[in-house]
């Protein structure tokens, strides 16, 4: 199948900057549904350390157009729509398609549909694991309203243009009726996680030397961006509260990795405790610092898929993480991780104390939620269902 796939980011092969690195898990999808036999003409902005135009592999090409403006704090890019939708309606033009993704409608990446929807035989695939200002909120006022009216103003318009619409997050499909979305054209699948990459192994001595491990700690991982919307600062209070109460306190470290518009806020708040509460930045070895934790928190406020939490669970973690987006189905409570209400940091104190206390339940919980992901988010079931999906949307639109 030959698909066109329009998306904000997609990452460079040889990653020169965090920026180039961006939307990683949509990559590893569509590498993986390229080793099926599929290809892919991605069209995506350019982010700094980019090229306009790189070969990923055999099936997969990636052409790049810079952006005119990008609001940093939230990560959002403005794009030239003429330039896009030019490349766009130039490459299906060209290379006919059986089908147009865009990805993410979310980001004004997803405006040309308006235009390219009469001119353009390709059925088009929406994509969203979130509605602003309804399903999802950054936490701020101003942000959020605006959100919410992009979702009733524009996604309703886009949702009724496109001939099919993923949503990446099953709950998503209890606001279908308030954003008038036809029934017919939706399909619920998540984001699958490489139950290859992310396994049970042993922890790397040398990184765990690297980072002052030692041998009976117990690591606590958080992995994200340190934004509002991620509610880190609530975990960090957790962090704080445990390493002040816990007998064994001393044995603890919090690993923090990723960076973003708080950071020198969370690490002036975290300076007490600077030698359990370790602040990593971007790293590019997830996997590994995955397989030399015990504990894996998600402290957001709200959020989509939660790629990373299927990560954790497949590298044999056992979860706390609060009970928003896709979590409560892909973690299930009490048996592969505790779930907790967004900005309670008491739920998340005991959460993360209980497992600690626990080592047994720990190992339970891990060993369980490695499973789950084998047996319904693994990418390889992930992707049957998409393909079958793909088909779907393109016999319907015939």
Known sequence: ??????????????????????????????????????????????????????VISDSVEVYRLPYIFKFSQIRYPIPNLFAFTRRIKSLCDSWNPALLIYSHIN??????????????????????????????????????????LYSMLIGKRIFKLADGIQLMSSPLVEYMKKLDIEEHKVFTIPRGVDTDLFQLRDGNERLKNELGIKENDTVVLNVGRLDLVKGVDYLLQAAKEILTNHDNADSIKFLIVGDGSLRK??????????????????????????????IFVLS??????????????????????????????????????ILVKPKDVDGLVNGIETIIDNPLLAEKMGEAGRRRMEEKYSSEIICEKLEKAYQEVINRSR
Request: glycine share 8%; proline share 5%.
């Open 300 to 337: 957001s406020l709200s959020e989509g898929a939660a790629n990373v939490v299927m990560e954790a669970s497949a590298s044999g973690l056992p979860v706390v993480a609060t009970a928003v987006g896709e979590v409560p189905q892909i973690v299930a409570n009490g048996e592969t991780g």
């Open 1 to 54: 199948m030959k698909i066109c796939y329009v998306v904000p980011w997609f990452p460079s092969l040889n990653v020169s900057t965090i920026e180039a690195r961006q939307a990683i898990f949509g990559y590893r999808e569509i590498m993986k549904l390229s080793h099926r036999g599929h290809q892919f003409k991605i069209i995506s902005l350019k982010w700094k350390g980019q090229s306009d135009y790189e």
């Open 107 to 148: 980001y004004l990446t997803a405006l040309p549909i308006f235009y390219l929807k009469p001119r353009l035989e390709v059925p088009s695939l929406v994509t969203t694991d979130s509605f602003l200002g309804i399903s999802w909120f950054y936490g701020d006022k101003v942000v959020d309203a605006i959100g919410y």
């Open 265 to 294: 806020q969370y690490e002036k708040f975290a300076r007490p405790f600077s030698e359990n509460i370790i602040f990593l930045g971007f790293r590019n070895d997830v996997p590994k610092l995955m397989n030399i934790s015990h």
